[in-house]
């Protein structure tokens, strides 16, 4: 199974999962003499199986991304750096916005704003991270379509 694969798995067993929570909620509890719609022993069991499962698949994808790459670096590491990339071009751009926005002045009297950083200056740094962030990110789906998960 290649890492891909096992993400897109990992995904769907944690949707269940929260699927088997929601239905276990609703069935928690019944009106005297009632029966709940479905029988919690079993859902208790299936969650059990989907955890199982769960954590076993976890643990391969976790391996997997320690695993040495050809250049000696791990897939872990690559996605710590985009995972602080995407963060700080987040931050980045919430600042831009701060310091671009326009004051209206209604008379010559009133106080100026300036930005406190040249604008233009670091809109090009974020639009230089932005590219390394969707190049980065296309180097681990690339590698997710091509490392196999340890059996």
């Known amino acids: 199974m290649k890492l891909a694969e096992a993400l897109t798995l990992r ?19 019944v009106q005297e003499r009632e029966q709940p719609a479905e ?31 050809p250049d000696g670096g791990t897939i872990t590491a690559l996605l710590a750096r985009r995972d602080c990339l995407s963060q700080k071009v987040s931050i980045l751009r919430g600042f831009l916005d701060s310091a671009s926005a326009l004051t209206q002045r209604a008379t010559r009297k009133e ?8 604008v233009p200056e670091l809109q090009k740094q974020v639009d230089h991270l932005s590219r390394e962030l969707r ?14 998960l340890l059996e």
């Not at 989907?50 to 790459?69: F, G, H």
């Not at 106080?111 to 040249?118: A, E, F, L, R």
């Not at 190049?135 to 196999?148: A, F, H, M, S």
């Open 135 to 148: 190049e980065l990110d296309t180097k681990i789906q690339g590698l997710n379509w091509t490392i196999d």
């Open 39 to 69: 029988d919690p022993r079993g859902l208790l069991a299936e969650l059990d199986q989907v955890m199982a499962q769960l954590e076993d698949l976890i643990t391969r994808v976790n391996l997997a991304n320690s695993a040495a790459l």
């Open 11 to 29: 995904a769907d067993l944690q949707k269940r999962a929260a699927q088997l929570q929601t239905r276990l909620n609703n069935n928690a509890r």
């Open 111 to 118: 106080i100026k704003i300036h930005s406190t950083i040249p």
